[in-house]
Nanobody, 123 residues
Framework: QVQLVESGGGLVQAGGSLRLSCVAS????????IGWLRQAPGKEREFVAAITWSGPTTYYADSVKGRFTISGDNAKNTVWLQMDSLKPEDTAVYYCNKGGVDYRGTFYAYSGWGQGTQVTVSS
């Protein structure tokens, strides 16, 4: 059973950058699409970005397009989310999960959620 652990969150000023990591253990990532989602206080979890290994192909929410970059390395069993030009509205707990991407480019998760990593952007 592939387990995913997120890290790399922190406190940053608006306009700054952070790089989140999603590391897999117990298996390889290349059987799955890997997605990043986030949940802000009082809000539902929302899609941020996903990557599939054919290509690879990447997908982004409109709110982060041009600012965030998802990438991965199968040999390292790791997917990263590079977040630049951060805004206060990016403040949330960020989660990664394994799943798939449907024909509309929508990511769906296969399994439960880990603890995530907190990102706080101050204005």
């Amino acid at each position: 059973q592939v387990q995913l652990v997120e890290s790399g969150g922190g406190l940053v000023q608006a306009g700054g950058s952070l790089r989140l990591s999603c590391v897999a253990s117990g298996g390889t990532l290349n059987k799955y699409a890997i997605g990043w989602l986030r949940q802000a206080p009082g809000k539902e979890r929302e899609f941020v970005a996903a990557i599939t290994w054919s290509g690879p192909t990447t997908y982004y929410a409109d709110s982060v397009k041009g600012r965030f970059t998802i990438s991965g390395d199968n040999a390292k069993n790791t997917v990263w989310l590079q977040m630049d030009s951060l805004k206060p509205e990016d403040t949330a707990v960020y989660y990664c999960n394994k799943g798939g991407v449907d024909y509309r480019g929508t990511f769906y998760a296969y399994s439960g959620w880990g603890q995530g990593t907190q990102v706080t952007v101050s204005s």
